[in-house]
């Protein structure tokens, strides 16, 4: 397959890819048509901040199947449309954090204690010990704003320094604030309880101007720190703030537009340390974000959960092994429920029983929708089915039990709507061996692959025998089949594997015979 990279990544993450495969063409200048041309036909893609991945750029892209942002932010890439066009996009969060909180840190000192411009002015040939007067972080308070992965580390090393931690995240719990050693309180009091400001926030329409003049007036005497992303912070107001001795200091290593321009009023101001984007400026970490965003890529191409997933299901690396053989056993259960299922789908339950309610099944989930649509010829994966359950107005529920009564394992998918119910529900056998154990209630043991044929009739002598021979003379081979019943002379259910589409001439003809009451033909496309 192609995967476009359009931005510089380490060679490592190039050479995961190659290895497994990829044809893999770089274009790190690409914009406008030539970008529109070169993802046309591409099936995964690479980016850092350099590349604008807009609503054109997406719907262009028809092969497309995952966006990889080498790096932590993705305000670069339409998300919502990634989505409406079945894209992943995943970043890499765990790759340059240490390398971010680490350039956090040092640019914390930095501002205490003015470090580049006592430097300069020693190499200009002045020696002004008596000009610096620095701050000690001993016993001062840092505020944190944004308590993710890098404002995590950036408080335990700041912490273990002697700092009080107080942070501000509404999306974190005051359980976790604490282990790692900071008090949760909201963004005013942070702000000026704090003699430090540290900013680790994505840029959103929320998050974009958060820290204006009125913020940086509780932040008082204090210093501004800010390695996130530019345009959280008010960049004319800190420079003023700074100006008139409202804030003693700032350091910052992102902006709102970058490169930086020339007459940016940060520049005119020494106590206002500026560096180009750095925070993930090292070789380990340029590694590791490469590294890790090619294996997202690798793994999206072969259908695989992906591990940093931001509008799609993910799962943990370490539980996949025991969750992957029944992604696909769900979604044929999906395809198997929706293809019987006479008119429009309201509901759709999925239900878990047994060892994998134990589990994190929202990938699972996701290909059972998948899964239930798809026979609908809707444009469907496991990134967009929850959304066009969604726009549809299909209700979705998961449940789980630990309780099983036959199986170690089942799963169970039923679909509805007012006038009818479907439910399907399969297991594994022997570990990986996908079976379909019941169909509406019905005890059967049929090998979902290809072609199915499930009949409902009268339980009576010749009914089988009748099916048979019209399959059969319709040029129907029959592979295998298991019948199941509900009492003696009542109902019965039988699933047949056939070699090829029944038909609508040999459905017809059955149908005729008052014994048997529906023929629905499933089609699964060789997929178990």
């Known amino acids: 397959m192609k995967v476009l990279v359009t931005d510089p990544i380490a060679d490592a993450g190039l050479d995961v890819l190659r290895d497994a495969g990829h044809k893999v063409e770089t274009g790190y200048e690409l914009e406008g048509d030539d970008l529109l041309e070169a993802v046309a036909d591409?099936?995964?893609?690479?980016?850092?901040?350099?590349t604008e991945v807009t609503e054109e750029v997406l719907e262009a892209a028809d092969d497309l199947v995952i966006v990889g942002r080498a790096g932590i932010g993705v305000d670069n890439i339409d998300i919502d449309a990634a989505k409406d066009n079945g894209v992943i996009v995943a970043n890499a969060p765990e790759g340059n954090v240490r390398a971010a909180a680490e350039h956090t840190v040092a640019m914390t000192f930095a501002a205490a204690r003015s470090i580049p411009q006592a430097h300069i002015r020693l190499k200009n040939g002045e020696w002004a010990k008596s000009d610096y007067l620095g701050a000690e972080l001993d016993g001062k308070t840092l505020g944190v704003v944004g308590l993710g992965r890098v404002g995590q580390e950036v408080a335990k090393k700041l912490d273990s320094l002697g700092m009080d931690i107080v942070a501000y995240d509404p999306y974190i719990s005051e359980e976790r604030a604490e282990r790692i050693g900071a008090e949760l309180v909201e963004f005013e009091p942070c702000l000026e309880a704090a003699d430090f400001v540290t900013v680790h926030t994505p840029l959103t329409p929320e998050t974009e101007g958060l820290i204006g003049e009125d913020e940086l007036d509780l932040l008082g005497n204090g210093y501004l720190i800010n390695c996130a992303r530019g345009g959280v912070v008010d960049e004319d107001a800190l420079a003023a703030k700074v100006e008139d001795g409202t804030l003693a200091g700032a350091a910052l290593d992102v902006f709102a537009e970058e490169p930086l321009a020339a007459d940016s009023p940060l520049l005119e101001h020494d106590d206002i340390i500026v560096t180009p984007h750095l925070g993930a400026s090292t070789e380990a970490a340029q590694e590791n974000v490469a590294t890790s965003t090619a294996e997202q890529v690798n793994a999206a191409l072969v259908g695989e959960p992906v591990a940093n997933a931001l509008n799609?299901?993910?799962?943990d690396e370490s539980a996949f092994p025991r969750v992957e053989p029944y992604i696909d056993l769900a979604e044929t259960a999906g395809k198997v429920a929706a293809q019987l299922l006479e008119g429009r789908i309201e509901t759709v339950e999925v239900t878990y029983e047994g060892d994998i309610a134990e589990e994190d099944v929202e990938f699972v989930t996701a290909s059972a929708l998948k899964g239930v649509f798809e026979p609908l010829e809707w444009q469907v994966n496991a990134v967009n089915a929850p959304q066009?359950?969604?726009?549809?107005?299909?209700?979705?529920?998961?449940?789980?039990?630990?309780?099983?009564?036959?199986?170690?394992?089942?799963?169970?998918?039923?679909?509805?709507?007012?006038?009818?119910?479907?439910?399907v529900d399969g297991t594994l056998f022997a570990g990986d061996d996908p079976r379909i154990v019941r169909i509406d209630g019905y005890r059967v043991d049929a090998i979902p692959h290809g072609r199915m044929v499930v009949t409902r009739n009268t339980d009576e002598p010749g009914v089988i025998g009748l099916i048979g021979s019209v399959m059969g003379n319709h040029g129907v081979n029959i592979a295998g089949m298991f019948n199941a019943r509900e009492t003696i002379g009542g109902e019965a259910l039988t699933v047949y594997n056939v070699d090829s589409e029944v038909p609508d001439a040999a459905k017809a003809e059955l149908e005729n015979d008052e014994r048997v009451i529906g023929v629905s033909d499933i089609t699964l496309n060789g997929q178990a």
């Open 388 to 423: 066009i359950a969604e726009d549809r107005g299909v209700d979705v529920t998961e449940s789980k039990t630990r309780q099983a009564e036959d199986f170690q394992s089942l799963i169970s998918v039923t679909v509805s709507n007012d006038d009818d119910e479907v439910s």
């Open 42 to 50: 591409a099936n995964g893609m690479i980016v850092r901040s350099g």
């Open 312 to 315: 799609a299901p993910s799962i």
